[in-house]
């Protein structure tokens, strides 16, 4: 549920009509809704109740700094992978001790910032990252608490680009090589083994490869506790669908509901913390790109709608042909419904936010693609030198500006020109 609704023939968010919106900031422009994220937020740590539990929000999902800051004023850890990621949520409250590190390639850089601020764990990819973990950690002078990432082998069924628990695939250590890999930490010096880790994949519709992941950890645990190697917690990722389209994802409490339900037949699970770390299943629906159209262009074969958005402020439907519903923001006019390809001003054939969708619009209209809270903004870019747009949050009846829209300047902003032939720059 979002709070993104009709209200005599307007779209509003939460109590403010998009179409001010729109006059006072502009287009495009991306418009999230507070108490969709808090609810979001709060369907997880409710269904979590009394078992102990961290929800980890994963910061790629939209790390605006309002975003982090109201997660992290619920109570929220975070999930980073990266120490840009990491300084967004300190310099927006977040608490350091609640932060788990994901992430293939982690310099040691950041390894030692992390180290150095003491997150709460590291999820560790690989046997070279654990040894070079341990190196930093013992170079200044820190234990480094680490949770090993599983690859549990299982098939998330969610778009190739976007599944991550494969052999196939580049993240964590195959489930069969995580005890060896396991003994070693134990015996490191600089290490301590704190947790056990997996993420399968995002935009998962579907609960039994979640149970599946889980099995597989579980037997593992069970392994570990063999050879004496004991977690005081659980991270099952994140990866929870949302519905774009026709999708019945299982909503977060069903979802948390399950796994506790299967984890409650080991022995042991209530003293295990239970770790998520949920992106999209936050951010998505509580989040709209508002865009306007510039132009309609009827076609012989097709017609299009050319709109002030394009693939570098949205990039999803271009790269994974992802479907996010697009409406009319005012209703209220009478116009004549057509169909149209929703296409945007780069200049790549690639450039659309939906195809073949009916709508009753004229040029000059408002649109909003929704869906668009997660990897939204968060994977916007300057192509075309296009500045990237405003970020608004409606918080009841009032918008907040939380990220400007970017100006023409800060488009080279860090750019120089080389030197002329007398060796000057001017
Ligand atoms: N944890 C780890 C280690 C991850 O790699 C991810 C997402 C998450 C948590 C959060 O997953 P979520 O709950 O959001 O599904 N850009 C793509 C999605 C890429 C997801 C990458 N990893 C998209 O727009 O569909």
Redesign the pocket.
């Known amino acids: 549920m979002d709070h993104f609704e009709y209200r005599d023939g307007v779209l509003y968010g939460e109590d403010m009509p998009l179409t001010r919106i729109a006059d006072e900031f502009g287009t495009p422009c991306y418009v999230y809704s507070r108490a969709t994220l808090a609810r979001h937020f709060r369907a997880y740590t409710e269904a979590l109740g009394s078992h102990p539990h961290l929800i980890c929000y994963?910061v790629?999902?939209n790390s605006n700094l309002a975003v982090l800051g109201l997660l992290a004023r619920l109570g929220a850890g975070f999930?980073i992978?990266s120490v840009g990621e990491l300084e967004r949520v300190l310099a927006a409250g977040g608490e350091p001790a609640k932060v788990v590190f994901?992430?293939v390639a982690k310099q040691e850089t950041e390894m030692a910032r992390a180290l150095e601020v003491g997150i709460k764990c590291f999820?560790v990819e690989s046997r070279p990252e654990l040894e070079r973990l341990d190196a930093v950690a013992g170079r200044v002078g820190k234990i480094a608490p680490v949770s090993l990432?599983v690859n549990p082998d299982v098939d998330a069924g969610t778009?190739p680009?976007?599944s991550?628990g494969l052999k196939d695939n580049k993240?964590g250590i195959p489930v069969d090589e995580a005890l060896a890999v396991y003994e070693l930490a134990a015996k490191l010096p600089h290490v301590a083994v704190t947790g056990l880790d997996c993420?399968i994949?995002?935009?998962?519709t579907e609960l039994a490869p979640f149970l599946d992941a889980l099995d597989r950890l579980l037997a593992l645990l069970e392994r570990l506790r063999e050879r004496g190697i004991e977690v005081a917690h659980l991270d099952l990722?994140?990866?929870?669908?949302v519905p774009y389209r026709d999708e019945h994802p299982p909503a977060p409490f069903d979802y948390a509901t399950a796994l506790i339900e299967r984890l409650s037949r080991w022995e042991g699970s209530e003293r295990l913390t239970l770790l998520f770390?949920?992106?999209?299943?936050?951010a998505a629906n509580a989040g709209v790109l508002l865009t306007r159209v510039e132009y309609l262009k009827p076609g012989e074969t097709k017609n299009f709608a050319i709109v002030d958005a394009g693939m570098n402020d949205l990039i999803?439907p271009a790269?994974?042909q992802?479907w996010q519903t697009i409406l009319a923001v005012d209703t209220r006019k009478p116009r004549d419904t057509a169909t149209y390809d929703v296409v945007g001003p780069v200049c790549e054939t690639g450039d659309f936010l939906g195809k073949d969708r009916a709508l009753a619009i004229a040029a000059g209209d408002l649109l909003a693609v929704r869906s668009a809270g997660?990897?939204g903004f968060a994977?916007a870019s300057n192509y075309n030198s296009r500045p990237r747009p405003a970020e608004v949050m409606v918080d009841g009846d009032q918008a907040h500006l939380v990220r400007r829209r970017e100006r023409l300047a800060d488009l080279w902003a860090g750019e120089s020109l080389l030197p002329d032939d007398r060796g000057e720059v001017r």
């Open positions: 994963a790629k999902a999930d992978v994901s992430g999820n990432r778009h680009y976007i991550t993240f993420h994949g995002s935009q998962l990722g994140g990866g929870l669908g770390e949920p992106g999209r299943s936050i999803r790269l994974y992802a997660a990897y994977m």
